[in-house]
């Protein structure tokens, strides 16, 4: 008997089936970079339309975690799939170097500035700092498969990002939109200061909340101003608050002239509160249920002097509309130091600030009884003092959303402090940002409604900072009058054109007379600093607007949902406050990494993810997956098994993968490609279905819906390709003639596949892609690109044959899977010991039947048995189906097995020279080679 299998084209291919992907990684990485992969994208997009994903800069400070991972695969995944869309798409990643978290860093190692360390060796300590964690962090976004710029990112530090900075603020000052003002701000006294609304985050705190009298000086002005007023004992007017520590500077106590005021007898004394607020003070101070003996509007209560609780002074009531009746007492102690409305109303009465509180948060050497006391700690104490005083009428503590420093985490004060802002009601300013927001593409669109709600009462924004590492605010103030110089436009260049050359230092070491002239014993130099989100915000400026190969505005800026008060919102009010447009043009948000159980990511809670270890241990390509994989609007749940489950599914795309190329086998699309409408009907219908879903996946990548494009590949593996043409199409391939039409019309099909999804997936899965790319032959038209990242989006062929459509196809899929059922029950049963072992009889309707005839021979190949009949429908033969019109019944194959194929035929042993295969197999052994016939 002859050995047959020499005959048979088994498939053979290089591509591992392990994918052992955190080791083959760094070599593939190792090779982009010997080839310059990103130049040689840069040069085959070159003079093609530009896309421009503006990098939002993540912070240099610390090893970047999953959300930072998460944020730069989102942004790599969409630059690659607008680059095989044929844009020009460059990326150029970003880092925020200057700011609080890294002079502290600096602090624990060199002192501070201006005390152990002079400020320019500080600030020099600090730029050493930054360039490190800069390159910490490049290294861990690299091994990601990120491609862009690395060797030329933008810093904020650099020397001519920090000139173009302090360029975007002459702009703004020419535009009318900077002003100095003296008023209260968010004050981080572990930051020594000011803080803007983005810099803001709330965190559950516990704070004391207390009720305090402050007695009526003015009893006789009272009686006038409550002629109705009866009962006996002293008068105070009750207030209450959850910042104990401001009392010391209170110098008045608000009310509102519209409110109803009522004076309650409590014993001895006499308490005045809001009406609608008696019930609620009464039940918190244990008061019980008192006797009203006066009431009055809180209009006339205005001037009425008070005693302030422990001072020997007296402190005015004033009137307000910022007085409710939500809670408290409708009474409100007013320290124009430490509160806006309190800022805004002392204000109107001429009562200005008493600056009691230093920069760290202690009270000055001034204070009477508090001198020394820090904010933090002193709540007891005041509360004591006013026990002794008999002007505590009820404490407890209790939990509240309370502001925190988003970057040192510890409780903000407001203190009042001269500092720059952005005005955003001058020169209409915020009016015109709200505008703006209509013409942004805001993706989810409830992003647009959280950036409305974002700026719908924006204050002014405080771009001031009391810091030593940080673009300074280069400006020149009149000594006398505070105004800025007239010429600050050709100053701010001037100084600029320094900063280009030494940096930041040029303008803390600049003598004034080297600009000013005379002048200059007339003038100031300012010495605060920018804020960090104003660094970051004008890099649509500093960065976008003078780097050759960008543009503005941005087409996308994609960050996550926390940037709508943090980097969208402030590059978009200095855009319009320079520009007068919006600097993007798509706005994506992703949410936050929690864990499988939707909660936040934490390390005390030990449920964090690190994508280093994930790299490591799985790949980038898992990672990569996984983030295309979830549906990143919402938050996107990661877990060790949930990453174990990502590794699954890779697994069965990259054995599709592996089953295309190893079915390529010794084909050469050069020599052996088929003419579409000369190939076989089932393989037409697998290029137009691969054509279809192209169509479906290149509408989601440009709509950004990553997760579905992820479930169509799986299915395609798992369903299109994995439970229907791959498993039809195996027989042909390896018992075929091998330059048999049937065979190598499979292996087109089988080009036309792998070359478009080897595209697909290179934008999620990058590294495999590329291995895939340097498995495959020539293109369909003469050289192959040298990358997968070079080329574009595959041109497919399409079906236009009525009687094998996309429909028909559809319909005997179906049919495959009724019959595979069936023959797996009677496997089952014992019946039959595999498909090919199986005949299998069809009683079809007549619009089925005509279908399946039309398949002639072919159809014992696509249900993947010996052999098939067709019958009329009997309802009482054959086993029932989910297929209208079909039953199916089941036998063993009665016939020899065929040596070479496998399938049981009646023709095994005709052809007497080979006795032990079927005809078919010396046809494809000894003739032409079989032909696959169809209707």
Known sequence: MSDYKSTLNLPQTKFAMKANLAQREPQMLKRWQQEKLYESIRQARAGRDKFILHDGP????????????????????????????????????????HGLPIEHNVEKKVGKAGEKVDHATFRKKCREYAARQVEGQKKDFIRLGVLGEWDTPYLTMDFKTEADTVRALGKIVQNGHLHKGFKPVYWSVVGRSALAEAEVEYQDKTSFSIDVRFAV?????????????????????????????????????????????????????????????????????????????????????EGLQLSHPFYDKCVPVLLGDHVTTDAGTGCVHTAPDHGMEDFVVGKKYDIGTLNYVDEGGTYRDSVEIFAGDHVYKVDEKVIALLEEKGALLHQEKFVHSFPHCWRTKTPLI???????????????????????????????????????????????????????????????????????????????????????????????????????????????????????????????????????????????????????????????KTAMAINKTAPYKQVLTHGFTVDAEGKKMSKSLGNTVSPQKVVNE???????????????????????????????????????????????????????????DQMVELDKWAVDRVAQLQEEILQHYDDYNLHLIYQKLHNFCVVDMGGFYLDIIKDRQYTAKTDSVARRSAQTALHYIVHAFVRWIAPIMSFTADEIWQE????????????????????LPRLDNETFSREFWQKIAKVKVAVNKAIEAKRNAGVVGGSLASEVTLYCSDEL???????????????????????????????????????????KAEHEKCERCWHFREDVGSNA???????????????????REFA
């Open 776 to 795: 495959l032959d020539g293109g369909f038209a003469g050289e192959k690109e040298s990358s997968v990242f070079v080329a574009q989006w595959l041109s």
């Open 58 to 97: 993540p912070y240099a400070n610390g090893d970047i975690h999953i959300g930072h991972a998460v944020n730069k695969v989102l942004k790599d995944i969409i630059i690659k799939a607008k680059t095989l869309s044929g844009f020009d798409a460059p990326y150029i990643p970003g880092w925020d170097c």
């Open 618 to 676: 799985l790949g980038a390509d898992i990672l990569r997956l996984w983030v295309s994989a979830t549906d990143f609007s919402g938050d996107m749940s990661v877990s060790d098994e949930i990453l174990k489950r990502t590794a699954d599914s890779y697994r069965r795309i990259r054995n599709t993968a592996r089953f295309f190329l190893s079915n390529l086998n010794g084909f050469n699309a050069a020599e052996h490609m088929v003419p579409f």
């Open 913 to 931: 020279e080979h006795p032990s295969i079927c005809a078919r197999c010396v046809t494809n052994i000894e003739g032409e080679g079989e032909v």
């Open 849 to 891: 039947k005509q279908q399946l005839l039309s398949l002639k021979d072919e159809l014992r190949f696509v249900l993947i048995c010996s052999s098939t009949q067709l019958e009329s429908f009997d309802e009482s033969k054959g086993e029932a189906t989910d297929v209208q019109g079909l039953r199916v019944a089941v036998t």
């Open 414 to 572: 407001f203190r009042a402090t001269p500092q720059w802002f952005i005005s955003m009601e001058k020169n209409n300013l915020l009016n015109d940002v709200k505008a703006s927001v209509d013409g942004v593409q805001w993706i989810p669109d409830w992003g647009e409604a959280r950036i409305r709600s974002m700026l719908e009462a924006s204050p002014d924004w405080c771009i001031s900072r009391q810091r030593t590492w940080g673009v300074p605010i280069t400006l020149f103030v009149n000594k006398e009058t505070q105004e800025l110089h007239p010429d600050t436009p050709r100053l701010v260049e001037e100084v600029a054109k320094r900063i280009d050359e030494k940096g930041m230092d040029a303008w803390f070491e600049l003598d004034a007379a080297e600009l000013l002239g005379d002048e200059a014993d007339y003038y100031s130099k300012v010495t605060d600093t920018l804020d960090v989100w104003f660094d970051s915000g004008v890099t649509h400026y500093s960065v976008m607007q003078q780097r050759d190969n960008l543009g503005y505005p941005a087409d996308l800026y994609l960050e996550g949902s926390d940037q709508h008060r943090g980097w969208f919102q402030s590059s978009l």
């Open 217 to 301: 000086a003015e009893e006789e002005k009272l009686a006038t101003a409550i002629p109705n007023l009866k009962g006996s004992g002293k008068v105070s007017v009750v207030i209450w608050t959850t910042t104990p520590w401001t009392l010391p500077a209170n110098q008045a106590v608000s009310v509102n002239p519209e409110i109803n005021y009522v004076v309650l007898q409590n014993g001895s004394e006499r308490l005045l509160l809001a009406e609608a607020l008696v019930e609620s003070v009464c039940q918190r101070a244990g008061l019980g249920e008192l006797d009203v003996v006066g009431n009055c509007s809180g209009s006339v209560l």
